[in-house]
């Protein structure tokens, strides 16, 4: 498909266990960028990868959450020994690039979201 | 600090009607601006923004919005409501050289047949 693609769309798990989400962005897209959307803190910048430079972690709530980039394309979000207060919709988006050159290609596409529900 | 505030949570409009929804910045330089619009159970589709030049962008789906810098202000309009566009309107700014979007806390909207 043309856009950003996730999967998979709901995934409910225990406390405790381990979840991976996956990312596809949109092909050519350079940069990739994951956000966390829940009710108390609304939509929240968690990490920024662009092409192979270190990727920007500054947005992880903790050192249980983690993402790789493989191959400069799909990415996965792992969130270790989940809690309840992980529940939430985890968004994936892509740009051309990032370089904050002030065009197009710092627009950033989502993708439908991962929707989290940890019991 | 970089904040984008949205000070209306909940909009009501009859369909017809015509619609603003209110943005408001603080950046310390004039950030690249956005419209997001999220349905229940989708992703975020962007609905236009702005960089520089003009300052009255067009976007998809009849949307419009005017960047004022005195006001840092950037709010959307639509003439003529319809009602598929209930949903939730996100704005958001991306500071220049920087790549986090920063959102605003969204806007309601519920349209009335």
């Known amino acids: 498909g043309a856009g950003v693609s996730q999967s998979p769309s709901n995934k409910v798990t225990e406390k405790g266990k381990d979840v991976e989400l996956r990312c596809d962005p949109i092909s050519g897209h350079t940069a990739l960028y994951w956000y966390r959307q829940s009710l108390g803190q609304g939509l929240e910048f968690l990490i920024y990868f662009q092409g192979n430079s270190a990727p920007d972690k500054s947005g992880l709530p903790s050192d249980r959450f983690s993402a790789e980039r493989t191959g400069g394309s799909v990415s996965t979000l792992t969130i270790q020994r989940t809690q309840q207060e992980d529940s939430a919709v985890y968004l994936c988006?892509?740009?051309?690039?990032?370089w904050g050159g002030g065009d197009h290609t710092d627009t950033q596409y989502f993708g439908p979201g991962t929707r989290l529900t940890v019991l | 600090a970089q904040s984008v505030t949205q000070p209306d949570i909940h909009i009501t409009v009859s369909e017809g009607a015509s619609l603003e929804l209110r943005c408001n910045y603080s950046?310390?330089?004039?950030?690249?601006l956005f419209w997001y619009v999220q349905s229940p159970g989708q992703g975020l589709q962007l609905l236009l923004k702005?960089?520089?030049?003009?300052?009255l962008v067009q976007g998809i789906k009849g949307f419009e919005a005017e960047f004022k810098r005195s006001q840092s202000s950037f709010n959307l309009r639509k003439p003529s409501v319809h009602w598929s566009d209930a949903a939730e309107y996100f704005c958001a700014g991306l500071a220049g050289g920087g790549n986090k979007l920063t959102f605003g806390t969204g806007t309601q909207l519920k349209v009335e047949l």
């Open positions: 950046y310390g330089a004039t950030p690249y």
């Open positions: 988006a892509s740009s051309l690039d990032a």
């Open positions: 702005y960089f520089s030049g003009d300052t």
